[in-house]
Each structure stands twice: as structure tokens, then as C-alpha cells.
Nanobody
């Protein structure tokens, strides 16, 4: 059984920074896709960033390009999302997810991801 647990959310002023973490535990395929999603009130869940654990290839949504950075630790046990120059429109519940298939555009469809954390709230005012 695979478990994902997010942490690091909070409230910040516009222009500030936050670093989110996602701890993964349990048995899982070694090379897979890990992603960050977010969902604001009244909006659909959207893909923010993704990273393939085998190739280390990353991809970002246009809305966060140049401001957010996805990475992981050397032991492959934790995924990070560094968020800089935060804007009020970044306010949302942020989720960590894992896709055991390919790490491509289709992976940004929430239905393709098998594992999810409970989310961590980010509020920018």
C-alpha cells in the first residue's frame, strides 16, 4: 500500500515563497511519474508540475513557469515544490500524486493518477 503525505503549506503575502514536501512510503515501482496538482474553490483540479523519477525530466504548467520548481531528494523518498513570487491566484489546496505509467501530458488528467495525498493548503493574500 502506497501512501503520500503533503506538508509545508501555509499563508503568505503576495510575492512570498513556500516550499511544499510530499513524503512517499510503501511499495511502488522504481521509475514512475510524480506530480503536483492544485484545486481552488469553484475550479477543477489542475496539474502544476511533474517529474519522472527515472529520467528526472520536469514539466510545468504555463501559469507557474519560472516561479515554481519541482525536485526530489537523492533517496527518492520525498518530492518538493518550491514556490516563489506567489500570487493570490495561486491560492488552492495542493496535492501530491503518483502515476505508475508514462510522465506525459495525459498524466495531468487527475483520473490517470492512482495515488494521492490529502493535500496541503496554500493561501496567498
Amino acid at each position: 500500500h502506497v501512501q503520500l503525505v503533503e506538508s509545508g503549506g501555509g499563508s503568505v503575502q503576495a510575492g512570498g515563497s513556500l516550499r511544499l514536501s510530499c513524503a512517499i512510503s510503501g511499495r511502488i515501482y522504481d521509475k514512475y511519474c510524480m506530480l503536483w496538482f492544485r484545486q481552488a474553490p469553484g475550479k477543477e483540479r489542475e496539474g502544476v508540475a511533474r517529474l519522472h523519477t527515472g529520467t528526472s525530466t520536469t514539466y510545468y504548467a504555463d501559469s507557474v513557469k519560472g516561479r515554481f520548481t519541482i525536485s526530489r531528494d537523492g533517496g527518492k523518498h520525498t518530492l518538493f515544490l518550491q514556490m516563489n513570487s506567489l500570487k493570490p491566484e495561486d491560492t488552492a489546496l495542493y496535492f501530491c500524486a503518483a502515476n505508475l505509467g508514462a510522465c506525459v501530458d495525459a498524466s495531468f488528467n487527475p483520473r490517470t493518477n492512482a495515488y494521492w495525498g490529502q493535500g496541503t493548503q496554500v493561501t496567498v493574500s
